[in-house]
T-cell receptor, first 110, second 112 residues
């Protein structure tokens, strides 16, 4: 039973365009959501987070949107750069207990 | 600030052998996590420590996996005996009071 889903295993976008990565969750007890980025042979790196009491959080080129009623969140990257090519994991937390999605591989084409 | 350190980076063993992984978290981080990441999947929590006490080990296969965090700092994760399905990357992460976790580079285990 996957509590955190990322239904797109991969995504390709052109450099300079917007990348939108999606994540769905099932457990309404989750109160914090995070996005991590992972390069090959490295551990995941924290990117951006959002509390369940907010619907948007922005940090530079990265914005996370949360729709609690739909149990859906998305990560927007604008503009996309080749260095953004990586695997992106969505994670959800309840009382510092984390559940990760399976990841989406983003390829930004020059 | 030094990041989370893990060793070894790679390990190849035969099934039924034993293996141990080591993690040194970021200084001052009270919470330490061990995750198992199988190829194509997201990290799965194995065990969570708060200082040197276990907070959650509900997904740790306790018949073969064990972990300890002595003095609330370094931690070791052991598998004894290993099975083929244990082949994965084992990630250690730490966090302070903030929610964000900081991950080490991981140990890639191959069981033949």
């Amino acid at each position: 039973d996957q509590q955190v889903k990322q239904n797109s295993p991969s995504l390709s976008v052109q450099e300079g365009r917007i990348s939108i990565l999606n994540c769905d969750y099932t457990n309404s007890m989750f109160d914090y959501f995070l996005w991590y980025k992972k390069y090959p042979a490295e551990g995941p790196t924290f990117l951006i987070s959002i509390s369940s009491i907010k619907d948007k959080n922005e940090d530079g080129r990265f914005t996370v949107f949360l729709n609690k009623s739909a149990k859906h969140l998305s990560l927007h990257i604008v503009p996309s750069q080749p260095g953004d090519s990586a695997v992106y994991f969505c994670a959800a937390s309840a009382r510092q207990n984390f559940v990760f999605g399976p990841g989406t591989r983003l390829s930004v084409l020059p | 600030e030094a990041g989370v350190a893990q060793s070894p980076r790679y390990k190849i063993i035969e099934k039924r052998q034993s293996v141990a992984f080591w993690c040194n978290p970021i200084s001052g981080h009270a919470t330490l996590y061990w995750y198992q990441q199988i190829l194509g999947q997201g990290p799965k929590l194995l065990i969570q420590f708060q200082n040197n006490g276990v907070v959650d080990d509900s997904q740790l296969p306790k018949d073969r996996f064990s972990a300890e965090r002595l003095k609330g700092v370094d931690s070791t994760l052991k598998i004894q005996p290993a099975k083929l399905e244990d082949s994965a990357v084992y990630l250690c992460a730490s966090s302070s009071l903030a929610v964000e976790q900081f991950f080490g580079p991981g140990t890639r285990l191959t069981v033949l």
